[in-house]
């Protein structure tokens, strides 16, 4: 499995962004969770938010709930994160992962830079 993050950039606190994550080399008949995580300067990569592929299942981080929402695009096999009413802390590397049916996360794309600054 093979993914690829990217749209990031600087927006300002309050505004919004959209990044994208391409996915590509699923193994047919497996099950994928594809999340979002971030690593802020200095600190742990941490969980934001994640899409079961087939389902469209949700989950978020409660620092985000109600600010940002994942979806997915099957046709187009990307993974979206609308990011709406940014705070500085949500300035970080963005990676987004794939978790097969195995249940780790085993899979990561490189990462875009988001930074919230006025």
């Known amino acids: 499995v093979q993914l690829q993050a990217f749209g990031g950039g600087l927006v300002q606190p309050g505004g919004s962004l959209k990044i994208s994550c391409t996915a590509s080399g699923f193994v047919s008949g497996d099950h994928y969770v594809i999340g979002w995580f971030r690593q802020a300067p200095g600190k742990e990569r941490k969980f934001v938010s994640s899409?079961?592929?087939?389902?469209?299942?949700?989950y978020y981080v409660d620092s985000v709930k109600g600010r940002f929402t994942i979806s997915r695009d099957n046709a187009k096999n990307t993974v979206y994160l609308q990011m709406n009413s940014m705070k500085f802390d949500d300035t970080a590397v963005y990676y987004c992962a794939a978790q097969p049916s195995s249940g780790a996360w085993d899979y990561w794309g490189q990462g875009t830079l988001v930074t919230v600054s006025s």
């Open positions: 899409i079961w592929w087939s389902s469209g299942l949700t």
